[in-house]
């Protein structure tokens, strides 16, 4: 991202959140041995996509704001400054809860719709607590 200020956190969503991915893929790869070994090639096509996918959406949490950048063939960003955010929701499922990971909703003032969203967050609700903290600071 072009920015000048310090990131406080920056991650990218967490591999579980593109388990059916990986899953799809192994199941391609072993449907090669049986069907036809061409899948085993579509498996491993399937892994890396979803590994790039991944890799393409990354979160921040700046000194000013939160913001969420997906970078593959264009570039998409959102911003949402810490004064601005009005509402903020940590979501778990079961499985997510297991596995330590959650989704972080920011809603801002003066729209009806979710602002930034931080899908696959690792340990949420600490992340949840850096920008709670960042928000009093302002």
């Known amino acids: 991202m072009d920015i000048k200020e310090p ?6 969503p967490h591999p579980f959140c ?3 991915f990986y899953f799809g893929g192994i199941i391609f790869m072993v449907l ?5 070994p061409l899948l085993f090639l579509a498996g491993i096509l399937i892994f890396i ?6 890799r393409a959406e990354t979160f921040y949490v700046l000194e000013s704001g939160v913001a969420k950048e997906y970078k593959l063939l264009s570039t998409y960003r959102k911003f949402a ?4 955010i009005q509402n903020m929701e940590v979501n778990q499922s ?5 596995l330590g990971i959650g989704t972080i909703h920011l809603d801002t ?3 009806d719709e979710r602002e930034v969203s931080f899908r696959g967050a690792r340990d949420p609700y600490k992340i949840e607590q850096i920008i709670r903290e960042k928000m009093k600071t302002i």
Do not use: C, D, Q, Y
């Open 49 to 54: 996509l979803a590994e790039v996918f991944r």
């Open 109 to 111: 003032a003066g729209t």
């Open 94 to 98: 079961f499985l997510e809860n297991i």
């Open 81 to 84: 400054e810490f004064s601005k």
């Open 32 to 36: 090669s041995f049986f069907v036809l």
């Open 18 to 20: 593109f388990l059916g």
């Open 7 to 12: 990131i406080v956190v920056k991650f990218h």
